[in-house]
């Protein structure tokens, strides 16, 4: 039995589903992160300690199958450094995985980036045929210009609609950010024009690879040994390896020196081609945009019940907005300056 000590602060239904899905008899539930999506908790049990996930309940977005689909892939092919799926409830939307011990990461040095872009092109080079059925496109995959493009715009858009909730978004938004979306476009347009490609088609599939989408600092550990393990793949699918690069180098859960962006960009794209360093040029701006927006999200009510429902001590939407709007101005100039 557990004693009521050891989960006093757990929902019945968390302690419900880590009993259900252990395969061992469960001592203790310790909630160890509240996220900005999912809750993970420690089960400690007979035979060792053991991850539970309980991703939001209301979203539209398969994040659970999408990182089940990811996990059984890693399994199949492995090993990798990644957590393994032991059994998961798709009603609950509850998954149990193998627990990972380590340490969150602050900061990343220069051959930890390296371990990043590895396991980028490690992925893209595991992927095969069983993979291409059975794994779907990455959320809000980015295989053409004209589908960053839309997905930027339409995040603007949204964001219209609370442009004055603080006062100088409404100058971003317009002054900056919507200017600069449509600079971008016509230098890429002109560069795929050169390259005599299709802006707004899709990339092939047979060109796109298997990412995480969802890739940084944020969602790694630091093994005692040094080794990074990988987490988190609520986001993973089909994409354009570009995709891959902007993800990792702006995301805004890690602050990378120039450097380490280009040691990241530098090793994955020189796996991928001339190809694709020459497109490069033309949507890692655009794709710096749609973070931008992306940043911007939590200025909706919405996307901030959605953190509330994932993280309840999350109180301060006035701080979140500010801290918010200080990362997509970071990002804006250093997309001016460097892209």
Known sequence: MISATQYSDVAQCIRDAAVRLSPAAVHAIEEIRKGGNSRVFRVRTADGDFALKKYPSADDRDRQGAEKRALEFFERVGPLSTPRLISSDSVERISLLSWIEGRGIDNLIDAEVKEFANFQIQLACLADGQAQSEIGPAAEACVSGKRILAQTRARFDRLACVRDSIGDLAEFL??????????????????????????????????????????????????????????????????????????????????????????????????????????????LPLIALRWCAIMLGDFLPERWAHRLAANPDSTDWEAARRAQIDKARRLFEDCNLCW
């Open 174 to 283: 317009d002054g900056a950010l919507r200017p600069a979306l449509d600079r971008f476009e016509r230098v890429a347009r002109q560069i795929y024009a050169d390259l005599d490609i299709d802006f707004d088609s899709d990339l092939p599939r047979d060109v796109q690879i298997l990412i995480a989408s969802d890739y940084g600092a944020h969602n790694a550990l630091r093994g005692d040994n040094g080794r990074l393990w990988f987490m988190d793949f609520e986001y993973f699918g089909w994409d354009d390896p570009i995709t891959s690069v902007g993800n990792f180098i702006f995301h805004p859960g890690m602050r990378l020196s120039r450097v380490q962006q280009e040691i990241y960009l530098n090793r994955v794209i020189d796996h991928f081609g001339n190809s694709t360093r020459r497109r490069m040029k033309a949507l």
